[in-house]
């Protein structure tokens, strides 16, 4: 087999010749982590962004909970943001009254010294 060219069925014979050589539990062991990667796959593959998050490590593809630093730094970060949106958005209404005193001449001169 030195220099001849594997095939698929080749392939195939030689890992059936090799999982006829191992023991039954072991062989029941390999399907049942078969089919639950099976599974998994298939599970992911209808979840692209969990599927993203899972190959980074940010989700543990499991049901119970076990939070990971990052879920935090997620969570502080958008509250982070959000607090900063809703401070702009009230800063923006704040200039709505100084143009308003600017146009009816009714600023303070304090106003207009930096």
């Known amino acids: 087999m030195k220099n001849k060219k594997l095939t698929p069925d080749s392939i195939k014979r030689l890992l059936n010749h090799s999982v006829a ?12 982590s078969r089919n639950l990667a099976l599974e998994r796959h298939r599970a992911l ?8 998050l899972t190959h980074h490590g940010l989700w543990s593809g499991s049901s119970h909970t076990s939070y990971k630093p990052v879920y935090w ?4 970060l958008f509250a982070l943001s ?5 401070t702009y958005l ?3 209404r704040d200039h709505s ?6 146009l009816t001449d009714d600023l303070p001169v304090d106003a207009y010294v930096d």
Do not use: F, K
Request: hydrophobic residues 40%; charged residues 25%.
């Open 45 to 52: 593959q209808h979840a692209p962004v969990q599927a993203w």
């Open 90 to 92: 009230q800063h923006d």
């Open 21 to 32: 050589q191992m023991d039954r539990t072991t062989t029941e062991r390999l399907r049942t």
């Open 82 to 86: 959000l607090y900063s949106g809703v």
């Open 97 to 102: 009254d100084v143009d308003i005193e600017l």
């Open 73 to 76: 730094v997620l969570a502080v």
